[in-house]
């Protein structure tokens, strides 16, 4: 290699300083200064120096906090996630609810027969299109934010057949279902709870997943002292998977908020079936209040 080649090789915190004479081959610029050469007033770390700071450390008046790592649900099982405030928070997931291959034939039925649309909804006053499509099942209408699903009672007979199953493995029955269809990683669900009035007190949530895998987010409530910021609070991911049931119990809709994120690489379309038992709403409040605002919880 010639000595030129290896120079450029070896530049960096490898470099040997160049021999002293080394002539034109050492023509690399540096910044050297030589004995004799006078500093450069004003320059960095040379001349007069104005001002003389001295840096000293004070110790913190807040404790450092850390934000709590993420913690990942995979296997199947049964997670208390949290003992309070309100109570036990509690997971069960059951990848692989349904085969790979009957999961695969729902998933087109359903994507095809469903009569999906796209709702309107509101927040703070502004109309907004949901990004995702939905459909309701139930006897009752269901409000959330400030959009109401008409009752519907016409049951496509997969969904019968599948809330029948999801009654057996969690022991609860449920008189209705909310479908979401994501049509790609551009669709999503924001933060919120199930917490609306007119599904009760610990409501039983079973939600089941057809299609291209999403991650399933959860946080916790922050306490009041923290005005709302949720820097800190426990955070949970879960993959949910073609053919997983995932339930959500106790007072995980009280404690926790739950999301499915915008993702910026491509993903498939995904059907994620949430049934749930409904009541009628409480007499003397708007439909869709959440629980908090019209009882006094325990
Ligand atoms: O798509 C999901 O997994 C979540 C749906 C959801 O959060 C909801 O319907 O309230």
Redesign the pocket.
Known sequence: MSDKRHRIRVQGSWAKPLPKNSGATGAVSCNHQSKNAEPVPGSWGYGPQKTSKTFAFDQPTKPIRNVPPEKVIEQEGDYEISHGPSGLSRLRLLPGFLQPEEADWMFSKLLAELPWSQKTNFRQGEAYEEPRLTCWYGELPYTYAHSTMAANTQWHPLLLTLREAVEQVSGRSFNSL?C?L?RDGHDS?SW?S?DEASLGAKPTIA?L?LGDT?V?GLRKQPPPEENGDYTYVERIRIP?SHGTLLLMEGATQDDWQ???AKEYHDRGP?I?L?FRTIYPEPEGHRPGAKLRFTTTQQ
Do not use: A, E, G, K
């Open positions: 909310l979401n994501y669900i919120h199930d939600s997943s999403r399933f949910l739950h999301q499915v995904r994620n949430t």
